[in-house]
């Protein structure tokens, strides 16, 4: 059974994998990085460490108590008539009560199976953190890519400004307007440059490798028109509840020590006696063997009946804790699910508003025409279609950024 739960703990973590790509058919290089950082996650590999540790536990407590051995000599001979014993060997080996050790083994492997979990929910985090942090670097790249847009527009302003001044339709004021603005732009674009930078370490990091390493990411994200579903009944599958279900068990199996250990033990050995040649010693065998029984009872087992005491409390202590982790995941996914909804509500909105903008834009050019042309409302309606394209974006990153986490708690 427990190697059964291993192997489905396992396909889980191969299944949300695969499910961190489904919202985009250019996923590749973010699923390359997934399986970069774990396989290189210093955090992975600690606690690969410890469980093997855990693991390797079993083969010590499969064993017994050592094996005592007894030798004593006669070091003064008194004069007696009696033989006398010139030195006696004994060994004697100490056994648990039947099943103990096969109880200990369970123990041990309990707490092994809960410490696998902590590689399963520590390589969740990981898978969801390197995605968080790539929807950011992608948030930032397309904004980078926006500003250079409206510089460029803004260029072509400046050209239609200053042809407008030389026949009087328009100020030098509007020109420096414009160029005011081209630099503010540019500005907004070297800081996230910078940003970009700050991000791509944080990334780099994750997959444990040299903070310049250059990460390309996709160059467009799209956004669907509904919603996919979200199986919550899966939350009560989640890693992190396993883990207290894991713990509860190794409990379990401390009790059933625990009552094991209270069981008498049971010690069998043998001791050889030497004695001297002595002439009333009439049989062929001067020397003994005997052949020794000792049983070891814990008549005064106080510690035992308080452990059986704490096993108990502990048990409630982790189905409390369960509870309250639940409660936590279920508001986490609840909160993600809403905010989903609310990203992608609020990138159809932007849809419409850019596409009013755009078309008051284009009436403002219009009237160039005409003979009359106002900067500074260009100038108004150019900040408005950039304000819509960066929230545009920042709905897309929200939208994966929330993926990511449903997935987390549900996959």
Same mark, same amino acid.
């Given at each position: 059974?427990?190697?059964?739960?291993?192997? &489905?703990?396992?396909?889980?973590?191969?299944?949300?994998?695969?499910?961190?790509?489904?919202?985009?058919?250019?996923?590749?290089?973010?699923?390359?990085?997934?399986?970069?950082?774990?396989?290189? !996650?210093?955090?992975?590999?600690?606690?690969?460490?410890?469980?093997?540790?855990?693991?390797?536990?079993?083969?010590?407590?499969?064993?017994?108590?050592?094996?005592?051995?007894?030798?004593?000599?006669?070091?003064?001979?008194?004069?007696?008539?009696?033989?006398?014993?010139?030195?006696?060997?004994?060994?004697?080996?100490?056994?648990?009560?039947?099943?103990?050790?096969?109880?200990?083994?369970?123990?041990?492997?309990?707490?092994?199976?809960?410490?696998?979990?902590?590689?399963? &929910?520590?390589?969740?985090?990981?898978? @969801?953190?390197?995605?968080?942090?790539?929807?950011?670097?992608?948030?930032?790249?397309?904004?980078?890519?926006?500003?250079?847009?409206?510089?460029?527009?803004? +260029?072509?302003?400046?050209?239609?400004?200053?042809?407008?001044?030389?026949?009087?339709?328009?100020?030098?004021?509007?020109?420096?307007?414009?160029?005011?603005?081209?630099?503010?732009?540019? *500005?907004? +674009?070297?800081?996230?440059?910078?940003?970009?930078?700050?991000?791509?370490?944080?990334?780099?990091?994750?997959?444990?490798?040299?903070?310049?390493? @250059?990460?390309?990411?996709?160059?467009?994200?799209?956004?669907?028109?509904?919603?996919?579903?979200?199986?919550?009944?899966?939350?009560?599958?989640?890693?992190?509840?396993?883990?207290?279900?894991?713990?509860? *068990?190794?409990?379990?199996?401390?009790?059933?020590?625990? *009552?094991?250990?209270?069981?008498?033990?049971?010690?069998?050995?043998?001791?050889?006696? !030497?004695?001297?040649?002595?002439?009333?010693?009439?049989?062929?065998?001067?020397?003994?063997?005997?052949?020794?029984?000792?049983? !070891?009872?814990?008549?005064?087992?106080?510690?035992?009946?308080?452990?059986?005491?704490?096993?108990?409390?502990?048990?409630?202590?982790?189905?409390?804790? +369960?509870?309250?982790?639940?409660?936590?995941?279920?508001?986490?996914?609840?909160?993600?699910?809403?905010?989903? &909804?609310?990203?992608?509500?609020?990138?159809?909105?932007?849809?419409?508003?850019?596409?009013? @903008?755009?078309?008051?834009?284009?009436?403002?050019?219009?009237?160039?025409?005409?003979?009359?042309?106002?900067?500074?409302?260009?100038?108004?309606?150019?900040?408005?279609?950039?304000?819509?394209?960066?929230?545009?974006?920042?709905?897309?990153?929200?939208?994966?950024? *929330?993926?990511?986490?449903?997935?987390?708690?549900?996959?």
């Amino acid at each position: 059974m427990r190697n059964l739960n291993l192997q &489905i703990i396992r396909k889980a973590v191969l299944i949300l994998c695969s499910l961190f790509f489904v919202l985009s058919s250019q996923s590749q290089e973010l699923e390359t990085l997934i399986n970069e950082a774990l396989a290189n !996650s210093p955090e992975i590999q600690k606690f690969d460490l410890k469980y093997k540790i855990a693991s390797e536990k079993v083969n010590e407590v499969n064993s017994l108590p050592n094996t005592e051995f007894n030798l004593g000599v006669m070091a003064v001979k008194p004069e007696m008539d009696m033989p006398m014993e010139r030195f006696r060997v004994s060994v004697m080996q100490m056994l648990p009560w039947f099943g103990t050790i096969t109880a200990r083994e369970n123990y041990v492997s309990s707490v092994a199976d809960a410490q696998y979990v902590k590689i399963i &929910i520590a390589k969740r985090n990981l898978m @969801a953190s390197v995605s968080e942090v790539y929807y950011n670097l992608y948030a930032n790249k397309a904004k980078q890519k926006v500003l250079t847009n409206h510089v460029q527009l803004l +260029k072509t302003y400046e050209t239609l400004a200053l042809t407008a001044v030389e026949i009087g339709k328009a100020s030098a004021v509007d020109v420096l307007r414009l160029q005011i603005r081209q630099n503010e732009l540019r *500005q907004l +674009k070297d800081e996230l440059r910078q940003q970009f930078l700050a991000v791509q370490t944080n990334l780099n990091k994750l997959l444990n490798r040299k903070h310049t390493v @250059a990460i390309t990411v996709v160059d467009s994200l799209i956004m669907p028109s509904e919603d996919f579903e979200t199986p919550s009944e899966n939350l009560a599958w989640h890693p992190e509840l396993l883990r207290y279900d894991k713990l509860y *068990q190794s409990v379990e199996q401390s009790e059933l020590l625990n *009552q094991k250990e209270m069981a008498p033990m049971v010690g069998i050995g043998v001791e050889y006696i !030497s004695q001297e040649n002595s002439p009333m010693i009439t049989s062929a065998y001067k020397d003994m063997v005997m052949p020794m029984l000792s049983v !070891s009872i814990p008549i005064f087992n106080k510690k035992y009946r308080s452990q059986s005491k704490q096993n108990e409390l502990k048990q409630q202590e982790i189905s409390t804790q +369960k509870q309250e982790r639940l409660n936590t995941l279920e508001t986490h996914l609840a909160k993600a699910i809403r905010e989903r &909804i609310a990203a992608r509500l609020s990138h159809e909105t932007l849809i419409k508003n850019l596409q009013h @903008a755009q078309n008051a834009e284009a009436m403002l050019l219009k009237s160039y025409e005409t003979g009359t042309i106002d900067f500074k409302d260009i100038l108004d309606i150019q900040e408005l279609t950039l304000k819509f394209q960066i929230k545009q974006i920042e709905a897309v990153k929200a939208y994966y950024v *929330q993926t990511t986490v449903i997935n987390y708690l549900t996959q």
